[in-house]
């Protein structure tokens, strides 16, 4: 048997009999849902795990690496971010790609767990500050696109090396 529609399909309770087994015609319109979760199609709970990477550099006061496409995912977690010598370390966010709000300085050589939705945020294993910082990051846009970091200097090169994982939305602590 193959699947003709591997999309989403949002479960209708009124589709259903409480208390009673779940019949062909309601099992087949269902049987796509697995496949589309692993897919990461519209409307379906994320389950994958998904990396992004980011570089880039220049010779000027700062330089920045973004990421698109985000919505749909509740979080993410840092896994690194290199800058240049000097260089200051900053995360911003925007629900439209060209608005970036938020701007926070962060501490570069740390790991970061962020939740979108609260804002909540753990830092671990900062390389300046050895210990676990938990706080919040405010204004972050409710329908988030975006999430921009850039690396600042007053001059000379400016560098900045991203890795991050999106996150289907767990709290921060």
Known sequence: M???????????????????PIRQEQGLMMAGNPIAMAAGKPGAPRIARKFLTGISSSAGTSTSVTFTDIDGWGGLIVHGVQIGLD???YISFSDDGSAFVSE???????FYKLDFSTGEFLQASSFTAPGIT???ISGIPSGLTDVRFTAKDTGGVVSINVLIELTGGDTAV
Do not use: H, M, Q, V
């Open 87 to 89: 260089n200051d370390a």
């Open 134 to 136: 938990t706080g919040t």
């Open 104 to 110: 926070t300085l962060i501490e570069p050589f740390a």
């Open 2 to 20: 193959s699947l003709i529609n591997p999309d989403w399909i949002d479960p209708i309770e009124s589709n259903f009999d409480e208390g009673k």
